[in-house]
C-alpha cells in the first residue's frame, strides 16, 4: 500500500562520501610544499573478527621522496555525565611515531586491541589525532584525526521457529526468520520490509534495543528509506517493542521523516 508523505522535522546534514584511488591520492594532498600527510576517511566503524588483535590504518603523504615521521595519540570521549566513553581499557598504540620510509606514501598506525577485555556487548571508541614531526606537516584541507569505533563480531545462526512482525507504519503482520548470534543478544529480521532487505537489533544488558541507522527500503517516489530508532524487550510477552524512525533524504541534502514521527515496529521473537 502507498506510505504516507513525510515532512515534519528535518535531520542534520547528509553523510557525504567521497571515493578516491591512488591516481588521485596526489591531486587530494597536492601543495605548495609537497610535504603534506591525511587520513584517507574521517571516520572507520570495524567489526573484529575473533582472533583480530590488532588493526593497521593507512596514513597517506603528498610526496614520497626522503623519509618524515609524526605522531599519533589517542584522545577518548566523554559522556555528558563525565564519565568516560569506552575504549581506553581496550584500544592502544604499538607506537606513537608514525614513520614513512623513502619512495612509499604511505605508513601506519598500529592500533593494539585487548581483546581478553572487549566482549560482544561493548563498542570500543577512540579518535587518533596526528601532530606534525620531522619533514612532515599536517594538511589545512585534510584529515587529521579519525574517530575509530570497535566491536566484535558475532557468530549468526538461525533460529528454529519463525517470529512474527508487525509494522504500524506500513499496517502489516508477517511471518519472518530471525537470526540471533551467539554470544550476545543480536537479532536480525531477514527480509524485514522487503526482500533482501534485512534490519538488525541489539539488545543491551538491561535489555534496551538499538537499531542503528540502515537501509530499509525503496519508496517509489522518495527513493532509499533509512531507519534508525530506539526499543526494549518485553520480557513477559518475548518481544521487542521499537520506536522506530524512517528517514528520506531532501534535495537540500538534509533528512526527513516519512509519517513526520516515529512509528511502533515489533518483532515478536520466536521460543527458538
Known amino acids: 500500500m502507498k ?3 513525510y515532512l515534519l522535522g528535518l535531520f542534520a546534514a547528509m553523510l557525504c562520501l567521497v571515493g578516491c584511488n591512488d591516481e588521485n591520492l596526489k591531486q587530494m594532498y597536492q601543495s605548495e610544499t609537497d610535504t603534506y600527510v591525511s587520513f584517507r576517511t574521517d571516520r572507520l566503524e570495524k567489526e573484529l573478527e575473533k582472533t583480530e ?37 581496550f ?39 596526528l601532530s606534525a614531526g620531522s619533514s612532515a606537516s599536517l594538511s589545512s584541507f585534510g584529515k587529521t584525526a579519525m574517530v575509530v569505533s570497535l566491536s566484535r563480531k558475532p ?25 540471533k548470534a551467539e554470544e550476545a543478544p543480536f537479532y536480525i529480521i531477514k527480509d524485514c520490509y522487503v526482500a533482501n532487505g534485512d534490519i538488525r537489533v541489539d539488545l543491551d544488558k538491561n535489555n534496551n534495543a538499538v537499531i542503528e541507522q540502515q537501509r530499509a527500503f525503496r ?10 530508532g530506539t526499543g526494549r524487550l518485553d520480557t513477559s510477552q518475548n518481544r ?21 514521527t516515529t512509528s511502533e515496529e515489533i518483532l515478536m521473537l520466536p521460543a527458538k
Do not use: C
Open 219 to 228: 519508496h517509489e517516489e522518495y527513493g532509499i528509506v533509512y531507519t534508525v
Open 91 to 129: 584500544i592502544s598504540l604499538e607506537s606513537e611515531v608514525i614513520r614513512f620510509v623513502d619512495g612509499e606514501n604511505t605508513a601506519y598506525v598500529n592500533l593494539l586491541i585487548d581483546l581478553s577485555k572487549l566482549d560482544y556487548l561493548t563498542k570500543a571508541k577512540t579518535q587518533i589525532k
Open 53 to 89: 588483535n590488532s588493526l593497521r590504518i593507512p596514513v597517506y603523504r603528498e610526496s614520497a621522496n626522503g623519509k618524515a615521521e609524526l605522531t599519533a595519540k589517542l584522545l577518548f570521549q566523554q559522556n555528558a555525565d563525565g564519565t568516560e566513553m569506552p575504549g581506553r581499557e
Open 155 to 179: 557468530t549468526w545462526v538461525p533460529m528454529q521457529e519463525k517470529g512474527t512482525y508487525i509494522s504500524a507504519l506500513l499496517q502489516t503482520r508477517k511471518e519472518v526468520t530471525v537470526i
Open 240 to 260: 521487542i517493542v521499537m520506536q522506530l524512525s524512517f528517514l528520506v533524504e531532501q534535495e537540500n541534502g538534509q533528512w526527513g521523516v516519512l509519517g513526520g
Open 3 to 5: 506510505i504516507g508523505r
